[in-house]
């Protein structure tokens, strides 16, 4: 009896010991994120009060805010241990991500404001843990120009296996791998509606670093990433002001643009070095550069054929690089499914002294299957192939519709045949996952 | 232009081929093409107009889902242009934001642009798939957006009275590339020549679809636009229901808000 009772106390014991560490992990990343947030809102502070001056006369009519946005869970799953024995084995990896959305329009639509903060909450990852201010700006749209003043998101470019030409924002590479989450990036951006194409002219006050992952996280380099301490040539450090252009336009079944850049690389070098405890870490160097860029897309039928290129100085000897493929549809191919062929050829010709990339001469290769159905369900399956070392990086993602607001993901990477001398990708090569993401609109 | 073009021609044509010894099959042509391009002629000249969407989807078993969309259209000038038009979809949340901007040609294939909001992309996708399904519904972007008269070949059938009033019963069969249908049947009334009723035949010439148009209003003293359609798939048992609201014209709407680059910050 006695034996029973004790074994019991002993359970709740534990019990309360786990209970308390958990809520340790949550209140130290709620603590961790607070601190970002106040770091990051802080240097951006200008942007607010002047978003705010701008709204003010609007905000005396009132003015209606839409509210949109999500939330998250994930779930990351890990077959295997990571590349150095140094980081965390966990097989399971639970986080949380936060992003609404709020819009007000004013004068008619002629001026926009839009604010998307970002939060995410990670279950291992200190770095991982973090919020960002995707966009906070306001536009003023005078039809054959418009003004964006504030943070905004700019994409360029039109290939699938990397986005080459597109340098305006920064990655979060905390988030995801896959390079397709940035950072808010603070600038004036004016765009001009020709009858010869719309010119877009950048100016881009401040800087930011690329996130990476902490020093026990998966995904991490080769090394841990010394993220504290980055290297700039430029004696301006983050307050460095950098421009950019872009000139676009469609003729009939072509679209093309040209891009100019000028200013703070957004990709570091990793440069081996030791930290202040005499440990080996990868310090980022970011690099002044000057890149011009060229995305083409011709469309005709059933094909989409697609060209990035760009030459950039600056890191190192000059070099060029390019990614060129198509994308063929079967519509229709089974009821309303539609299969796509994708198929791209990947070049880079930068030197050792520039940032590493894994994509030097590679081939990408994919299926996407696309329901058309009523809960939008797609899934494309992939292969990014090194022809050198005949390294691959393998990929399966879906997306379905479980009602109005609920959607779920399902997404797995793969690594095989990378060699420890790759210095891209070597340090995630055990990193093997599968990802289950639920997410609920509102 | 163009389509008055068409019209001088056939009524220049008309008498000659009204005095020849006219075979049924001509004059069934004749009077078919004269419905449709009266039909095109009566809406001629609204300029722009914007409206608000609601879609809702019903599988067999009626359990149902729902878009809300806003949609802006600017007319086609003269030449090859036809009418420009704007989708930006609202709901479901997973796809707030996302945006399909169509520049339809008179003949030939369109432009088509999407905006994918969660990675601020503006992408060109082919506009070939013209049978496939718009938004999983039962609506194909056929049926929405090819709407300009060259696009087809018609015959009158016959006239015959639908929801309480007279009115011409029209085959047309697509000229273009990549439709999904032999043939379509189509109502429109004699009073004000606006389309009531819609058959489509699939490429076996079965009946696929059927589409009710109602609830019609007449904007800016000239323009008819309907409140409902409901298309019924008779081959799934699916159906899909739009409802048409804040109909607003000459909004000031130009060819720079149809712009690809503008696609960024649709509204």
């Not at chain 1, 990397?162 to 905390?174: A, F, G, K, S």
């Not at chain 2, 004269?34 to 078993?61: C, P, W």
Request: aromatic fraction near 10%; glycine fraction near 10%.
């Amino acid at each position: 009896m006695r034996g029973v009772c004790q074994t019991r106390v002993g359970n709740r014991r534990r019990l309360r010991r786990t209970l308390g560490r958990a809520a340790r992990i949550v209140i130290k990343s709620a603590h961790q994120s607070v601190a970002v947030t106040r770091f990051r809102v802080t240097r951006l502070l200008p942007f607010f009060l002047m978003l705010a001056a701008l709204a003010a006369p609007g905000a005396a009519g009132a003015v209606p805010v839409t509210v949109s946005g999500y939330a998250a869970a994930e779930v990351r799953f890990f077959p295997g241990d990571p590349a150095d024995s140094a980081q965390k084995s966990g097989r399971l990896s639970p986080s949380l991500a936060l992003q609404p959305e709020f819009r007000a329009e004013w004068n008619g639509g002629r001026d926009r404001a839009l604010i998307r903060p970002f939060l995410r909450l990670d279950g291992d990852d200190a770095e991982r843990t973090h919020a960002d201010l995707r966009e906070a700006y306001w536009l003023r749209d005078q039809g054959s120009w418009e003004v964006l003043t504030g943070l905004g998101r700019v994409f360029w470019g039109v290939t699938e296996s990397r986005h080459l030409v597109d340098i305006v924002n920064q990655t979060d590479l905390v988030e995801h791998l896959d390079e397709e989450d940035k950072l808010g990036q603070p600038m004036v951006n004016l765009t001009l509606f020709q009858s010869f194409g719309a010119v877009s002219l950048f100016v881009l006050p401040g800087f930011r670093e690329r996130t990476f992952p902490g020093r026990r996280a998966r995904f991490r380099g080769a090394l841990p990433i010394a993220s504290d301490e980055p290297v700039f040539e430029s004696p301006a450090r983050r307050r460095r002001i950098d421009f950019a252009a872009r000139w676009s336009n469609a003729f009939g079944a072509w679209d093309v643009g040209a891009t100019l850049f000028h200013g703070t690389g957004r990709e570091p070098r990793l440069v081996p070095s030791l930290d202040g405890g005499g440990a080996p870490v990868l310090v980022p160097h970011y690099d002044i550069i000057s890149q011009a860029g060229l995305d083409i897309q011709y469309t005709r039928e059933n094909w989409l054929w697609k060209l990035e290129a760009l030459g950039r100085r600056g890191n190192g000897k000059r070099f060029a690089a390019m990614v060129a493929g198509f994308e063929y549809t079967l519509f229709g191919l089974f009821g309303p499914v539609d299969l796509s062929i994708l198929a791209e050829y990947l070049r880079d010709g930068r030197g050792a002294a520039a940032p590493a990339t894994s994509a030097d001469d590679d081939l990408f290769g994919a299926l996407r299957l696309t329901f058309n159905n009523a809960s939008s369900t797609t899934a494309l399956i992939g292969a990014t192939v090194d022809r050198s070392s005949g390294g691959a990086v393998l990929r399966f993602e879906a997306q379905h519709r479980l009602s109005d607001t609920w959607s779920l993901g399902v997404e797995a990477w793969g690594f095989t045949g990378i060699p420890a001398s790759d210095t891209a990708l070597a340090g995630i090569r055990r990193d093997d996952f599968v990802q289950v993401r639920l997410q609920r609109s509102f | 232009m163009r389509r008055f073009l068409v019209l001088g021609v056939l009524a220049l044509l008309g008498p000659l081929l009204l005095y020849s010894p006219a075979a049924p099959a001509t004059e069934s042509a004749d009077k078919g093409v004269t419905i449709a391009y009266e039909a095109d002629r009566r809406d001629a000249g609204f300029g722009d107009f914007a409206a608000t969407v609601s879609m809702t989807l019903r599988n067999k078993a009626q359990s149902e889902s729902r878009r809300e969309m806003s949609i802006k259209v600017l007319e086609g000038g003269s030449g090859d242009d036809g009418d420009k038009s704007l989708i930006r979809f609202s709901k479901p949340g997973d796809i707030e934001g996302t945006t399909l901007l169509t520049h339809s040609r008179k003949i030939g294939n369109d432009d088509q642009w999407i905006f994918l909001p969660a990675v601020k992309r503006v992408k060109r996708i082919s506009s070939t798939n013209r049978s496939g399904a718009f938004a999983g519904s039962e609506f194909a972007y056929e049926d929405l957006v090819n709407q300009e008269p060259d696009k087809y070949t018609y015959a009158w059938i016959r006239d015959e009275d639908l929801n309480d009033g007279p009115a011409f019963v029209v085959e047309r069969v697509p000229v273009y590339d990549g439709s999904g249908y032999t043939r379509q049947v189509v109502w429109y009334d004699k009073a004000e020549y606006r389309i009531q009723r819609i058959e489509y035949y699939d490429r076996k010439n079965e009946l696929l679809k059927t589409l009710n148009i109602s609830g019609y209003e007449k904007y800016l003293g000239q323009h008819w636009r309907a409140r409902e359609m409901v298309m019924v798939n008779h081959q799934t048992g699916k159906s899909t229901t739009l409802v048409w609201q804040d109909y607003k014209f000459a909004t000031g709407l130009s060819e720079v808000d149809f712009n690809k680059n503008k696609l960024r910050n649709a509204r």
